[in-house]
């Protein structure tokens, strides 16, 4: 008799709707169920029709929209002439993930809900709110959904009897499996990079390209708190385009003294080289990661081992640890029980996965490293504004990278990764510096007529496109004005000039600094009328009205128009 058949779909933004989902996939599997996990852009959705049994795990991000990975099933999805009896032989149940404090808590899931019984499908349950929010977390609303969940398959889709659940403390196979390799080939020890310097298409996130760094300069002044670069890089023939308000990719890369200290942990040598292979023929294995791989590389450039663990991470370190007492401690940190001492252990303090194996070496010495890929995940890529022009400086592009470090109660301060990483690039002391992009669109658009006044309000989100719309409007030779929150070390704080950090050479000539009134302004703009405003809060409507003397008034991003 073949095992029940379970699809689990995910739209994930951050990887916390992928860690869930291989949790189901996980606890399907102790219940003897033939499950599958899969990103629902990257499954076929028109099969959705012949699957009976699935559960959809969808984050919300930005003002109610679905995450990057699940665009295309939710357009697919929403389709008018969808018959109202598509799903009608498909169960299911929607695990949302969202935060309460946003005005669109969890849309993503509830709509998604909603359309899934207009298709005709059977909902198991009501649809599950989980909230970041919480003290606990999403967990607190996932674990008595998450057992009621499992009730009701079990009704559905009985046990043989021969058969019984496995027990949580009983490690599942690992998904793929390292052959390491007797001597080290040629194609392993030297460098590797499955990306492309010369692509025929666009960069994208599986063959992005390396662009060699320019320059990465300070822009704040050495006294303030907030160390922030303007870092160029040089696109040329990478066929990369872009506008202003569109997102460039980053994929970062680990640390070469937490990359050593991570294989000491685990008694592995960085040097030595593997081919993965999965242990199920529908899995495939990471396109990121080159057959052969070395050691070094799997960690350095793919293993996100500074990263926060999640309660998964403690469920399989419990499987796999020798130790009793070490195994204990790990059991009570993933139970349902013990999240509040999780949180202040790991989550509040923002302790890292490297830094919880360091505090349970017995464990972390004895995990097979065919565990490393279930028990770690993939580095993402970072998300930065373009802070540029390309009318204004060609076959360049240009971010804006405020480095992340603050203190926690652990000694050693908080760290971003991609920022720090960043920050420690120096072109031209250690050979060329090559950082691995791609561009998207993003979600930040301007009006295409060049005279349409337009109001940046940029609250905490960086000025990084809005300079790249002035320089493209300087570039047009069209006249512009930005106001805003000072930069520590402007004007008579320090540095020459007030437009120092958002301009330079000749994209600040005649231009002036113009404070918004209440507020500690630092700004660029040009004499005459002005074209964009960057105010905070309520101040941006009356001044709008002073400056530009218009009543219409375009807000980037959709926004409607202001009449102040």
């Given at each position: 008799m073949p095992s029940p058949r379970l699809l689990v779909l995910f739209g994930s933004q951050t990887g916390t709707a992928e860690d869930v989902s291989e949790r189901l996939g996980r606890e399907a599997r102790r219940r003897r169920l033939a499950c599958r996990v899969q990103a629902l852009d990257s499954y076929p959705v028109v099969n959705l029709i012949n699957e009976p049994l699935v559960i959809f795990v969808c984050a919300t991000t930005g003002q109610g929209d679905p995450p990057d990975n699940m665009k295309n099933f939710w357009r697919f999805i929403f389709r008018k002439h969808l018959p109202s009896t598509s799903l009608c032989q498909m169960d299911f149940a929607v695990l949302g993930l969202g935060d309460s404090s946003y005005a669109k808590f969890n849309f993503v899931a509830k709509k998604l809900h909603r359309r899934l019984l207009q298709l005709g499908g059977t909902a198991l349950l009501p649809v599950c709110l989980g909230d970041?929010?919480?003290?606990?977390?999403?967990?607190?609303?996932?674990?008595?959904?998450?057992?009621?969940?499992?009730?009701?398959?079990?009704?559905l889709h009985p046990m043989p009897l021969s058969l019984s659940v496995i027990p949580p403390g009983v490690p599942l196979p690992s998904k793929f499996t390292m052959q390491f390799l007797p001597e080290t080939p040629r194609t392993c020890s030297e460098e590797q990079c499955v990306a492309r310097t010369d692509p025929q298409s666009p960069p994208s996130e599986l063959q992005p390209f390396l662009a060699p760094m320019v320059t990465n300069q300070r822009v704040?002044?050495?006294?303030?708190?907030?160390?922030?670069?303007?870092?160029?890089?040089?696109i040329a023939g990478s066929g990369i385009s872009f506008a202003a308000g569109d997102v460039v990719l980053i994929q970062p890369q680990n640390a070469a003294s937490h990359v050593q200290q991570f294989c000491q942990v685990l008694g592995l040598d960085p040097e030595q080289c593997f081919t993965l292979q999965p242990r199920e023929p529908?899995?495939?294995?990471?396109?990121?990661?080159?057959?052969?791989?070395?050691?070094?590389?799997?960690?350095?450039?793919?293993?996100?081992?500074?990263?926060?663990?999640?309660?998964?991470?403690?469920?399989?370190?419990?499987?796999?640890?020798?130790?009793?007492?070490?195994?204990?401690?790990?059991?009570?940190?993933?139970?349902?029980?013990?999240?509040?001492?999780?949180?202040?252990?790991?989550?509040?303090?923002?302790?890292?996965?490297?830094?919880?194996?360091?505090?349970?070496?017995?464990?972390?010495?004895?995990?097979?490293?065919?565990?490393?890929?279930?028990?770690?995940?993939?580095?993402?890529?970072?998300?930065?504004s373009i802070a540029s022009s390309l009318l204004a400086h060609p076959s360049r592009?240009?971010?804006l990278v405020a480095v992340v470090q603050y203190q926690t109660r652990l000694r050693e301060p908080r760290r971003g990764l991609c920022s720090s990483w960043l920050a420690s690039l120096h072109p031209g002391q250690a050979g060329p510096v090559q950082v691995p992009l791609w561009v998207r669109p993003g979600g930040l658009t301007f009006p295409e007529t060049a005279d349409t006044p337009v109001i940046m309000v940029g609250p905490g989100t960086g000025v990084a496109p809005f300079r790249a719309a002035i320089q493209e409007r300087v570039a047009q030779s069209k006249a512009g004005l930005l106001l805003g929150g000072r930069v520590e070390g402007a004007g008579e704080e320090g540095l020459p000039d007030p437009r120092h950090s958002l301009f330079s050479g000749a994209e600040a000539e005649g231009v002036r600094a113009t404070p918004a009134p209440g507020a500690r302004a630092a700004g660029v703009g040009a004499a005459g009328p002005p074209g964009r405003l960057l105010l905070p809060g309520r101040q941006r409507q009356v001044h709008a009205s002073r400056c530009i003397g218009s009543s219409d008034v375009h807000l980037p991003g959709g926004g409607r128009a202001l009449r102040p």
């Open positions: 970041e929010q919480h003290e606990l977390g999403p967990d607190a609303a996932m674990d008595p959904w998450l057992h009621d969940l499992w009730e009701k398959v079990r009704v704040t002044g050495p006294s303030h708190f907030q160390d922030v670069r303007l870092i160029e890089f040089d529908d899995v495939p294995c990471p396109t990121r990661l080159p057959q052969p791989c070395s050691v070094r590389h799997l960690v350095s450039q793919y293993l996100d081992i500074v990263s926060v663990p999640r309660r998964s991470f403690f469920e399989l370190l419990a499987c796999l640890s020798p130790s009793e007492l070490e195994r204990d401690k790990l059991l009570e940190l993933s139970s349902a029980a013990g999240q509040e001492e999780l949180s202040q252990y790991c989550s509040r303090p923002r302790r890292t996965a490297l830094e919880v194996l360091c505090d349970f070496p017995c464990t972390a010495a004895a995990i097979p490293p065919d565990y490393l890929l279930d028990l770690i995940p993939p580095i993402r890529p970072r998300a930065f592009l240009q971010i």
